[in-house]
T-cell receptor, first 113, second 113 residues
Framework: DQQVKQNSPSLSVQEGRISILNCDYT??????FLWYKKYPAEGPTFLIS?????DKNEDGRFTVFLNKSAKHLSLHIVPSQPGDSAVYFC????????????FGAGTTVTVRA | DVKVTQSSRYLVKRTGEKVFLECVQD?????MFWYRQDPGLGLRLIYF???????EKGDIPEGYSVSREKKERFSLILESASTNQTSMYLC????????????FGPGTRLTVL
């Protein structure tokens, strides 16, 4: 049973607008979360992370929000650019030092020019 | 530039064949991982290794084994390939010791006929 869920398999957004990707988790022991980005024919690359002691982390155009009580996190991309078209995976671990990551199914983002 | 390489980008094998997938990392990382990626299921952990000759089962180890004889190399073995093992296989590594960001290889697309 998947402990990390990305319920939207795809998202289409116009260039310059905001992309919002959502992720829900069921394991209350998770307290470190990561987002990965994957282009076709390449491996996933790390994008941004957040620890449960924070509710927001920002890196340039990318911001991750964490709502621990709702077991929900979201990734905001502002403004969206054509190069952001990719599959985005949400991942979670029990601590920042835990070896294992549990991944969601991914959301495919398409940015329209 | 950090690098995780996988021996093949595409592989076609027959049912019942023994298959070896090789992964090499040049970052002196402690931890190495094998995942498979399937549509709608995201990345699922098959096996991981936290040290040379040490391994642990992930979420879906059935039908697979692994070998880590050297720190930089982690092999995934399909003892007798079956059609339901047709998938994208991704290798990853992480430094460990409190840093669980994983670096991925480009993946091997395995087709079992």
């Amino acid at each position: 049973d998947q402990q990390v869920k990305q319920n939207s398999p795809s998202l289409s957004v116009q260039e310059g607008r905001i992309s919002i990707l959502n992720c829900d988790y069921t394991n209350s022991m998770f307290d470190y979360f990561l987002w990965y980005k994957k282009y076709p024919a390449e491996g996933p690359t790390f994008l941004i992370s957040i620890s449960s002691i924070k509710d927001k982390n920002e890196d340039g155009r990318f911001t991750v929000f964490l709502n621990k009580s709702a077991k929900h996190l979201s990734l905001h991309i502002v403004p969206s650019q054509p190069g952001d078209s990719a599959v985005y995976f949400c991942a979670a671990s029990i601590s920042a030092g835990d070896y294992k990551l549990s991944f969601g199914a991914g959301t495919t983002v398409t940015v329209r020019a | 530039d950090v690098k995780v390489t996988q021996s093949s980008r595409y592989l076609v094998k027959r049912t019942g064949e023994k298959v070896f997938l090789e992964c090499v990392q040049d970052m002196d990382h402690e931890n190495m991982f094998w995942y498979r990626q399937d549509p709608g299921l995201g990345l699922r952990l098959i096996y991981f290794s936290y040290d040379v000759k040490m391994k642990e089962k992930g979420d879906i180890p059935e039908g697979y084994s692994v070998s880590r004889e050297k720190k930089e190399r982690f092999s995934l073995i399909l003892e007798s390939a079956s059609t339901n093992q047709t998938s994208m296989y991704l290798c990853a590594s992480s430094a460990g010791q409190g840093d669980n960001e994983q670096f991925f290889g480009p993946g091997t697309r395995l087709t079992v006929l």
